[in-house]
């Protein structure tokens, strides 16, 4: 228990980290003329990144309840620890957002998540780009072919890129514990449910569909060290 207990608290602290630079940093954005929103994707790259090296040896780094289903979805989970770790995110989610109201008051949107478009397209939008980020992670965290140091650059890369594309449509959540928090602050809980199915979908499929591709490789190619799962 007392093991758990540290993954627990590795996956509280990074979630408060990315929802407290990340969403921070859109918070500036809105307080602060002179900060540039085009930080913002780079931000929350970084803040992924560089809490993935941090606590990614004690709880695996997931940040992210649709990660940590997905990895549960494919059997690389026990299904134990689900509700603990998305526990741990959403309260270290929340606790942010607390402390973005401490330190900023309640003249902005805590970083909330809002569809500019159709909700049609916003939710396709969040399951591809939660899709995308699912098959990184899963692939640089399973697969001993995959360079196992980069996992933080090119999870945290992934990031950044998806919320450049994705961030002027959805707000690129891919996250629910990071659109819970604003959410419970904001108390506007009208679009929540799309950012609390969609990345599910896209992480589970991400999952999926790497593991399909892991277990079914070309007979001329050269099997993994582990072989297929």
Known sequence: MKNYVSKYLAEAIGTFFLV??????????????????????????GAVSIMI?????????????AVTIGFWSVGRFPLKRVPGYIISQVLGATLA????KIIFGSVHDFGSTVIKNSL?????????LSFSL???????????????????????STVAVCAFVGGPITKASMNPARTLGPDILNMNFSQTWIYLTAPIIGTILGAKVYEWIRCHQDDTEPKGPTGCC
């Not at 090296?53 to 309840?65: L, R, V």
């Not at 957002?97 to 973005?100: C, D, E, K, L, Q």
């Not at 049609?120 to 591809?128: A, H, P, Q, T, Y």
């Open 53 to 65: 090296y941090a606590t990614g040896h004690i709880s695996g780094a997931h940040f992210n309840p």
């Open 120 to 128: 049609s397209s916003g939710f396709l939008v969040e399951i591809i």
């Open 97 to 100: 957002s607390f402390t973005h």
């Open 134 to 156: 699912m098959f990184v992670i899963i692939s640089v965290a399973t697969d001993s072919r995959a360079v196992g140091e980069l996992a933080g650059m090119a999870i945290g």
């Open 20 to 45: 407290f630079f990340g969403c921070g940093s859109m918070i500036l954005a809105q307080v602060d003329q002179t900060f540039s929103s085009g930080f913002i994707p780079i931000i929350f790259g």
